[in-house]
Nanobody
């Protein structure tokens, strides 16, 4: 079992920056990948960025060069630094952790709203 607690989010003007954090607890040694996903109003959930336990990153094309995913203060504290935010980045952002010991399960945070005003 893995629990994810997100923080950050809120209202920001276009061109501004925001930082999201996610702390994982529980059976964390079994986590192979952590990442951020988002769901914009009226759209399906999409990948934003992922970070593997080996340090490899993957970004959606729409955020490359603007967003940075990283571990802060330990392996299971995930951050997403978002710069040059655009109105189309408005969405609920979800932290994800892939549990990968004997079987594979995805765990999700409750989500945090990022609202970018134009």
């Amino acid at each position: 079992q893995v629990r994810l607690a997100e923080s950050g989010g809120g209202l920001v003007q276009a061109g501004g920056s925001q930082r999201l954090s996610c702390v994982a607890s529980g059976d964390t040694p079994c986590i192979s990948v952590m990442g951020w996903y988002r769901r914009a109003p009226g759209k399906s959930r999409e990948l934003v960025a992922t970070l593997t336990s080996g340090g490899s990153t993957n970004y959606a094309d729409s955020v490359k060069g603007r967003f940075t995913i990283s571990n802060d203060n330990g392996k299971y504290t995930l951050s997403l630094q978002m710069n040059n935010l655009k109105p189309e980045d408005t969405a609920v952002y979800y932290c994800n952790a892939v549990y990968d010991c004997s079987f594979r399960v995805d765990f999700w945070g409750k989500g945090t709203l990022v609202n970018v005003s134009s």
